[in-house]
């Protein structure tokens, strides 16, 4: 059974940065999709940026430039780096796996696509 668990979210200022990570574990293998979701309140959940079974990444248009996804296979960590930081990235962050698909392909950032474990969430907080 696949468990997520997200860290590194905080406060800071706009334009400042900050390193989302998802510790995996439960599963061995580690070639399936993955992704960044956020929620901010009122607001319906957004995919932020993916990566799948083959090392492709997708992102959103509001982060493309300012936001990197990578994954550290031996330390089954997603990563999320975010620079840049805007007062309109502020939303809890999710990440999420579907372990029956290498990949969602142009699905990935659609929350509804077919992942099937979530971590709890990790709040970011972007300050004028």
């Known amino acids: 059974h696949l468990q997520l668990a997200e860290s590194g979210g905080g406060s800071v200022q706009a334009g400042g940065s900050l390193r989302l990570s998802c510790v995996a574990s439960?599963?061995?293998?580690?070639?399936?999709?993955m992704g960044w979701f956020r929620q901010a309140p009122g607001k319906e959940r957004e995919g932020v940026a993916s990566i799948d079974g083959y090392s492709h990444e997708r992102y959103a248009d509001s982060v493309k430039g300012r936001f990197t996804v990578s994954k550290d296979n031996a330390k089954n960590t997603l990563y999320l780096q975010m620079n840049s930081l805007k007062p309109e990235d502020t939303a809890m962050y999710y990440c999420a796996s579907d372990l029956r698909a290498r990949s969602l392909g142009y699905l990935a950032l659609e929350p509804t696509a077919g992942y099937n474990y979530w971590g709890q969430g990790t709040l970011v907080t972007v300050s004028s």
């Open positions: 439960g599963y061995s293998d580690s070639n399936y999709q």
